[in-house]
């Protein structure tokens, strides 16, 4: 980190700046220059709070060398990491694993039908929710726990592991015990309370990007739940807020590579929340394994038109028999193995 002194500074602001930072113990090295002084902090690791040293007499401003974030890095770790789930699906390496289902559980024959057919079409994993973070308290909120049963009835009579999302701390314990993947919601990312205790759940976590959120913001949560020690991390790219009204958000597919070049951890695209349109989810989904998306979160309902949540986003059967078909041929292109 440096410190940079507005020109003009005094000694005495530059020792006090000095002092701020081998306070916070860190070693400091004032550097006089023609037009001002720059005070460099060394053996930064990731963990200095830069506002602390910003507001001081001054100085003018703050130029971070060292990344926020520090074990989700790919300083800290160069290799991909792989988030292995169980059944054989894993996340990180070669393979492009598509976790498809409908936005909540809605009864019983609703689940097991879709798991079905999703198993038969191909699909890795069966995403549906319980606890359902709506936008308006007058609509739909899930079945709760019901509904972690039902996706349980689904796992056991197809050996699809499942993907469900918890909201709040005290639920933690209850959805951890019957989901394969934990998903932490775009409304979530920041709740960080729910992350410590997600960080300590031992499952893997599936950590959506906020809407609103930058992308260092996203690896900072994701360092929420290392700094618990849970290192089973999968990030997700469900579309940003943006100005134009065409789609529910804007998928933001340049956050992949992106992602990829700062952090060694997975990172997949949900095309359906990034999207909100159900003929756009198609197109979306292959632009993203062509980007090198590490996996598809796609909803998929066996009557959309009566889905109590998102039906608007959800694919038909065939449609998403369709996209199977037309990803595995984009992931070969790319020496990947879409689906398993
Ligand atoms: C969901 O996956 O159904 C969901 C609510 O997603 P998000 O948090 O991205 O809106
Ligand atoms: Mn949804």
């Not at 205790?197 to 739940?225: D, F, H, N, W």
């Not at 993203?288 to 996996?295: L, M, Q, S, T």
């Not at 037309?326 to 990947?336: D, L, S, Y």
Request: with cysteine.
């Amino acid at each position: 980190m440096l410190v940079v002194m507005k020109h003009g500074a005094s000694e005495t602001e530059v020792n006090n700046v000095v002092e701020v930072i081998e306070n916070l113990g860190y070693e400091a090295k004032a550097m006089p220059g023609k037009q001002r002084t720059t005070v460099g902090l060394m053996g930064n690791d990731g963990r200095v709070d830069s506002s602390r040293i910003q507001g001081l007499t001054g100085v003018l401003e703050i130029i971070l060398v060292t990344k926020p974030y520090k074990q989700v890095s790919r300083e800290w770790r160069e290799a991909d990491t792989i988030v292995e789930v169980g059944g054989g699906v894993t996340f990180g390496g070669s393979s492009v694993p598509v976790i498809a289902g409908p936005c909540s559980v809605e009864s019983e024959s609703q689940i097991m039908d879709i798991a079905h057919q999703l198993k038969e079409l191909g699909a890795s994993l069966l995403r549906g929710g319980a606890f359902k973070p709506r936008t308006s308290p007058y609509s739909w909120q899930g079945l709760g726990e019901k509904g972690l049963e039902l996706l349980a009835r689904s796992r056991e009579a197809t050996g699809l592991g499942i993907v469900t999302e918890v909201m709040d701390s005290e639920n933690v314990d209850l959805v951890s015990q019957y989901a394969d993947i934990v998903q932490i919601g775009t409304r979530n990312m920041q709740n960080y309370p729910l992350l410590r205790k997600i960080g300590q759940c031992g499952k893997p976590v599936l950590l959506k990007r906020g809407m609103s959120a930058t992308i260092t913001e996203l690896l900072l949560a994701a360092e929420y739940l290392f700094a618990e020690g849970n290192q089973q991390v999968i990030l997700c790219e469900r579309g940003i807020r943006s100005f134009d009204n065409h789609t529910r958000n804007l998928l933001d597919l340049s956050a992949i590579p992106v992602v990829k070049g700062l952090s060694h951890l997975p990172i997949i695209a949900d095309p359906s929340h990034g999207t909100g349109v159900r003929d756009k989810v198609t197109p979306m989904a292959r632009a993203a394994v062509a980007a090198g998306a590490d996996g598809l979160m796609v909803e998929v309902h066996p009557n959309p038109a009566e889905a109590l949540s998102d039906g608007a986003q959800s694919l038909y059967p065939d449609q998403f028999s369709e996209l199977m078909r037309e990803i595995k041929v984009i992931g070969t292109a790319i020496g990947r193995e879409v689906g398993s």
